[in-house]
């Protein structure tokens, strides 16, 4: 076996038990494997046990002397070392120990491939909230490589990349430090920059990502990511389109009207609250049927939970682009498959049909109420 693989592994927490497996997977026999740990937290030091495999020959520490964010931390791992390949792999997954032949058998047997989607498994849900994060649909990605043979981008978690075709491509900075849309960046710039070639799917280089929060509500990681996904249409033009607004932009259109409209007849505020409230109770219904119809009978409460993630996630792109002071940006949106498609409104599912159908119906009632 001749291949050479880099793994960068950007950290901010540097806990063993992730940490430790990472380090010591077994090689396989004639790949060279270089692996670079870099630490986004200056605060954090390195456990003795971690100390001892650095030995700065096949296991490399960098310490970031201030916290510069995901982009940078990856960027300076990948620019660390000269494999042939580089593995992404997150500092809080565990590994299978076969991860590294996986890889490399695929490396020799594919060399022509621009790169290897792994598959990220999850536990078994217990808590509601996270059966509602895998209900939602945002978990698609993570698990992509046993639903297509190929795809445009990757989760970080897990995804090796040929540095020939990485080229001069680097993490984009302009994301939020903490994440959310950078990895879609460079991944379908990756792909752009290789004719539009996407990642084959290699589902037989498992990890395993453990739920985030610890089963805990919080709504705080679809918010953020939507924040940083509301820079994807910006940077990449060619892959943004403009859709019907969604429920965080339409309520927002709902209250400036129905600031305007109770000014001009005061006898209006109930009904614009009403309306208001209408419009939660239609996102809920719309996505309580998606729900139904993608996994069957399930609880009030998971489904509240699947409306409130969309809706963090949703209000993080809103606020993304309103802090940007980019408001003519409602409604664009961008193709995560790579698609390069301008046409308007032209998808059509349940979730969509219920909450258009009845829209027109509550600004109708409201309207009649005043």
Not at 269 to 292: C, D, P, R, T, W
Request: net charge positive; proline share 5%.
């Amino acid at each position: 076996m001749n291949t050479s693989i880099d793994i960068v592994i950007p950290s901010f927490r540097l806990e063993e038990k992730y940490i430790l497996p990472i380090l010591q997977l077994p090689r396989p026999a004639g790949a060279r494997v270089r692996i670079y740990l870099v630490v986004d937290n200056p605060a954090v030091q390195p456990s003795m046990a971690i100390r001892a495999l650095i030995d700065n020959e096949s296991v490399f520490l960098h310490v970031n002397p201030e916290n510069r964010g995901a982009a940078i931390t990856r960027n300076t791992g990948m620019e660390a070392g000269s494999g042939e390949w580089v593995l992404f792999l997150d500092d809080d997954i565990i590994v299978q120990e076969n991860l590294l032949q996986v890889y490399a058998t695929a490396a020799l047997e594919h060399s022509d491939e621009i790169g290897f989607l792994g598959l990220i498994t999850f536990p078994e849900p217990v808590a509601d909230f996270t059966k509602a994060i895998e209900a939602s649909g945002s978990m698609d990605i993570f698990r992509i490589s046993l639903d297509r043979d190929a795809f445009a981008w990757g989760a970080t978690a897990n995804i090796m990349v040929k540095r020939s075709a990485i080229g001069d491509v680097r993490f984009s900075t302009a994301y939020p430090k903490s994440g959310g849309g950078e990895d879609v960046d460079f991944f379908i710039n990756v792909r752009q920059r290789n004719g539009y070639r996407n990642f084959r799917s290699l589902p037989t280089a498992v990890v395993q990502h453990p739920w985030w929060n610890n089963d805990k509500v919080s709504y705080q990681r679809p918010y953020r990511y939507g924040i940083g996904n509301s820079w994807l249409p910006k940077l990449n033009p060619r892959y943004a389109y403009y859709d019907l607004l969604n429920t965080p932009e339409t309520l927002l259109l709902a209250v400036l009207l129905g600031v305007i409209i109770s000014v001009v007849r005061p006898a209006c505020i109930k009904s614009m609250l009403l309306l208001i409230v209408g419009i939660l109770v239609v996102e809920l219904v719309a996505s309580s049927v998606q729900v139904f119809k993608r996994r069957g009978l399930t609880s009030i409460k998971i489904c509240y939970y699947v409306t409130a993630l969309r809706i963090a996630h949703d209000a993080g792109m809103l606020v993304g682009i309103l802090k940007r002071g980019e408001w003519w940006r409602m409604g664009q949106r961008f193709h995560y498959d790579g698609a390069i498609n301008k046409v308007y409104f032209y998808r059509s599912n349940t979730y969509r049909i219920i909450k258009w159908v009845m829209y027109p119906l509550l600004w109708w009632m409201a309207w009649r109420a005043c």
